[in-house]
């Protein structure tokens, strides 16, 4: 009966022949669409676990306010410019309804810890700490408004190299200051801002290189509430601000200037002593490691659950692990002393404030705890050294495990910034944040992503996905559509042959096979070639599409690696293409078998006589 259901087949090449050709372009596009989608999918998948969307958040500037201050240089008042805020904006304005954080925002402090037994970057080098509290003396009798020769006769703090020596000293910011006698001595504080300039140093420059001056800085402090309200220093209006400098005599350290110099040295000194704490609750959300910059060499970063349940835990420098000794699983003891509630560490300066409190008293260590090193981090070659830069000897720890946030000791406070106050986003989603951002949000915050491209990706992959569903929705239709309209010519027509057959004594299971082997060997052979023809096309259209850098790797080399081989693992995997071929071969045949037998048996339910009666009347 196969034989001749083959030799029926051959009586109809054209028909035969367009329905092995059409079946096998259906099961192409069936089995192509199928693959791609399948791809699509898993690459999202993997894309999902390589990319992180954040947002830094900045406050704008109210307006600018201009002031004037003195060049001893120039000989001239030079314009200073200073942003102004109508008020400090708290971080809860973030959020809002339709705000879906992963980790939410957070206005990230630093905090001083005074490390007296570690080898830090500052006590490694005292020579290049930028503050000297000395006692002075002039050359000859003076007026500092232009370098002149000083010199100093006892360092109370800083690069003890200068004492006996004679230096350069100008009052560089103050346009009348106060003068200065050859005999008497004088306690100041002083930093290096400007080169030296003026009669005197043009009498010598040509003997010597070029220099720096020195000059005095203003010994009162800043020091605010935890609500931001700056907290007045009780020297305030005592001293001569324009002119600091004070004649030393006998019991001036008994009195209340020569009492805070001594309690700067002491400050000066636990300054020099000091490591950086930063407190978060994702890693990720510091840019350093968010762009690479910095990353975890040893160990293993701090876990969510560390992070939320504010463990004693911490990453630590691969400078400050190897100048110390310390491993994975070592403690450090942080003390911290002061906190800075507007800077990063990255970009403090020590010259910003005066390490004492504002009645002048020595900062005092407000929290003492030992934390676990879980992970090293090492910063990358040719890192970015910008705003967003980690301080030197960071320890970053989980800001749950701070129990004194923001309330002791608060020296520096500001708006939040784009290098202090970020969060996390899920992938793809900073339309619909911004979309519910301009319903709820404030003008006087700008917020800035990074996403390292994921949203290019999501768009290239989005448009993969649309182009794969439609092949399989094609492919599909035209299976259903060719199998519905072949079996109509290869059985419906033949009923002539079905009541021949019939007469002459076939049985009905014979009729059936008789009828469908003809058809089941044209689709097997058709889906087989469609469908291996689809698994070798799929795997050249991946190769151009899901390889392709549809996203910005400028943040990241290894994010791009990542990125590049999760492409390839997907699109050269031999399981997919075997699975997606078969199955979809599978498909087109159980599909045309059911249609086949379904109109098979409907025939041979009707009587033969009847049958040839229809055949005669059609």
Same mark, same amino acid.
């Given at each position: 009966m196969i034989k001749n259901s083959i030799k029926q087949m051959l009586r109809m090449p054209v028909k035969s022949m367009s329905f092995l050709s059409l079946i096998a372009l259906s099961a192409l596009l069936l089995t192509l669409g199928a693959i791609l989608l399948i791809n699509n999918s898993a690459a999202i998948r993997s894309y999902e676990d390589s990319f992180i969307t954040i947002g830094t958040v900045e406050q704008k500037a109210f307006s600018v306010s201009q002031s004037v201050d003195w060049d001893a240089e120039l000989k001239d008042y030079r314009m200073l410019q200073k942003s102004e805020y109508s008020t400090l904006l708290p971080v809860s304005l973030l959020s809002f309804e339709g705000a879906n954080y992963i980790h939410k925002p957070e206005k990230r402090s630093y905090y001083g810890s005074f490390a007296p037994g570690y080898i830090l970057w500052n006590s490694s080098f005292p020579q290049n700490f930028p503050v000297v509290i000395a006692e002075i003396s002039p050359m000859e009798d003076c007026i500092p408004d232009e370098s002149v020769r000083v010199k100093v006769n006892k360092v109370l703090f800083g690069d003890s190299s200068i004492e006996g020596v004679s230096l350069w000293f100008c009052n560089h910011d103050t346009k009348n200051p106060k003068s200065l006698e050859k005999d008497k001595s004088y306690a100041v504080v002083?930093?290096?801002?400007?080169? +030296?300039h003026g009669k005197h140093y043009d009498e010598v420059k040509g003997q010597?290189?070029?220099?720096?001056?020195?000059?005095?800085? /203003?010994?009162?402090?800043?020091?605010?509430?935890?609500?931001?309200?700056?907290?007045?220093?009780?020297?305030?209006?005592?001293?001569?601000?324009?002119?600091?400098?004070?004649?030393?005599?006998?019991?001036?350290?008994?009195?209340?200037?020569?009492?805070?110099?001594?309690?700067?040295?002491?400050?000066?000194?636990?300054?020099?002593?000091?490591?950086?704490?930063?407190?978060?609750? +994702?890693?990720?959300?510091?840019?350093?490691?968010?762009?690479?910059?910095?990353?975890?060499?040893?160990?293993?970063?701090?876990?969510?659950?560390?992070?939320? +349940?504010?463990?004693?835990?911490c990453l630590v420098s691969k400078e400050f692990a190897e100048n110390n000794s310390l491993i994975i699983g070592d403690s450090v003891n942080l003390q911290l002393y002061f906190t800075n509630s507007k800077d990063s560490s990255g970009t403090f300066s020590m010259e910003q404030w005066l390490p004492v409190t504002a009645t002048g008293e020595v900062l005092s260590v407000f929290e003492n705890s030992n934390y676990t090193i879980v992970g090293i981090y090492d910063i990358s070659p040719g890192a970015s050294q910008d705003r967003y830069s980690i301080g030197a000897d960071e320890v970053i720890?989980?800001?749950? +495990?701070? /129990?004194?946030?923001?309330?002791?000791?608060?020296m520096v406070y500001g708006p939040m910034k784009g290098t202090t106050t970020s969060f996390q986003i899920p992938n793809g989603s900073i339309e619909a944040f911004l979309a519910n951002w301009e319903i709820y949000g404030t003008d006087e915050l700008e917020i800035t992503f990074y996403d390292k491209g994921y949203s290019q990706l999501q768009t290239g992959l989005q448009n993969m996905k649309r182009v794969s569903l439609l092949l399989l929705g094609v492919g599909l239709f035209m299976v259903v559509f060719l199998l519905l309209f072949y079996s109509h010519l290869f059985i419906v027509n033949q009923k002539e042959r079905i009541a021949i057959e019939r007469c002459l004594g076939v049985e009905k299971k014979q009729c059936r096979s008789s009828l469908l082997a003809g058809i089941l060997i044209l689709l097997v052979a058709g889906s087989t070639l469609g469908c291996g023809l689809g698994g070798v096309l799929s795997q050249h259209i991946s190769a151009k599409t899901l390889s392709r850098v549809y996203y910005d790797a400028s943040y990241s080399s290894v994010i791009e690696t990542d990125a590049e081989e999760t492409a390839k693992?997907? /699109?050269k995997s031999p399981v997919v293409v075997m699975i997606a071929s078969f199955s979809s071969g599978m498909c087109i045949v159980l599909l045309g078998v059911w249609i086949s037998v379904e109109k098979i048996n409907r025939n041979l339910k009707v009587e033969p006589m009847q049958l040839l009666s229809e055949k005669r009347r059609g």
């Open positions: 002083l930093t290096t801002r400007y080169w +030296a010597e290189e070029r220099t720096t001056e020195y000059v005095p800085i /203003e010994v009162l402090a800043t020091q605010y509430e935890s609500n931001g309200i700056q907290i007045k220093d009780t020297l305030e209006g005592t001293v001569e601000e324009d002119s600091p400098y004070y004649e030393v005599t006998e019991g001036f350290y008994d009195t209340d200037i020569g009492k805070r110099l001594s309690n700067l040295v002491v400050g000066y000194s636990m300054l020099r002593e000091t490591q950086p704490v930063t407190g978060t609750n +994702a890693t990720m959300l510091l840019m350093s490691f968010y762009r690479g910059d910095s990353y975890i060499s040893q160990g293993r970063d701090i876990t969510e659950e560390e992070y939320e +349940a504010g463990n004693k835990v720890v989980p800001l749950a +495990a701070i /129990e004194n946030q923001n309330r002791c000791n608060i693992e997907v /699109e």
